[in-house]
């Protein structure tokens, strides 16, 4: 493990903000900790912070729903390694935090000393998980064919993905992200495509399947590429 460290906690309640401080500080020779309150500043923390080795995320904060953070994240900082914090520490939510590609998921009731363990485990380039929680049985055949489909959007696609979800028309995806209404529309087109879906009410109900509510948007401060 290296000896300098930048690591992203992103968690809207400053009291476990603290706490998962106080649990890393001490990783690294030289550990600087950058901490977010909601989905957005985790995010530019993240755009910020090019060279950080983890964020911690947690599922629920604002601008963030369910795993649309973790979705959203893993999109657009592939080589970022992002551990899932919750207090929603079943079975089906963990396995398919993992499945999403998360390194390690926490529980919010876990101890400092599994909380420095985790964070240690895959800084050192591993994955881990609750070892008192069985993830191990069968997952949903439609559930897991919905994961793969997401993995294959790309980070312009997720934004355009959220948006949807968020209810906004293509005229307003294209003012938002500052590309044309024709780009959005193909845009749109491409995700459909990949969830195997006819219309945007489809896209939502399928990503309702693993309890996404609406993926954040993630605007661009700077007009992004078509």
Do not use: C
Not at 39 to 45: D, M
Not at 48 to 54: F, G, I, S, T, V
Not at 104 to 117: C, H, L, Q, T
Request: glycine share 8%.
């Amino acid at each position: 493990m290296t000896t300098d460290l930048t690591i992203i906690i992103a968690d809207d309640h400053p009291l476990f903000r603290g706490a998962l401080r106080q649990a890393l500080v001490g990783l690294g020779e030289d550990t600087r900790i950058v901490e977010a309150g909601d989905f957005n500043t985790a995010r530019q923390a993240a755009l910020d912070n090019r060279e950080a080795d983890l964020v911690l995320l947690d599922l629920t904060m604002p601008g963030v729903s369910g795993l649309s953070g973790l979705i959203a994240f893993r999109a657009e900082f592939v080589s970022l390694p992002v551990v899932v914090v919750s207090a929603s520490d079943d079975p089906a939510t963990i396995r398919r935090s993992l499945d999403l590609g998360a390194s390690g998921f926490i529980p919010k009731s876990a101890s400092i000393d599994d909380i420095r363990e985790a964070a240690r485990r895959v800084l050192d380039g591993g994955l881990w998980t609750p070892p008192a929680i069985n993830i191990d049985d069968e997952p949903e055949t439609d559930v897991t064919d919905l994961i793969r489909r997401l993995q294959t959007l790309t980070p312009q696609q997720s934004r355009v993905l959220g948006m949807l979800a968020e209810g906004l028309l293509n005229k307003q995806i294209a003012y938002e992200l500052g590309v044309s209404e024709a780009t959005i529309k193909a845009h749109v087109s491409a995700v459909l495509q990949k969830l195997d879906v006819d219309s945007r009410t489809q896209a939502v109900i399928q990503l309702s399947k693993i309890g996404v509510g609406a993926l954040p948007s993630m605007q661009s401060e700077t007009p992004a590429a078509s």
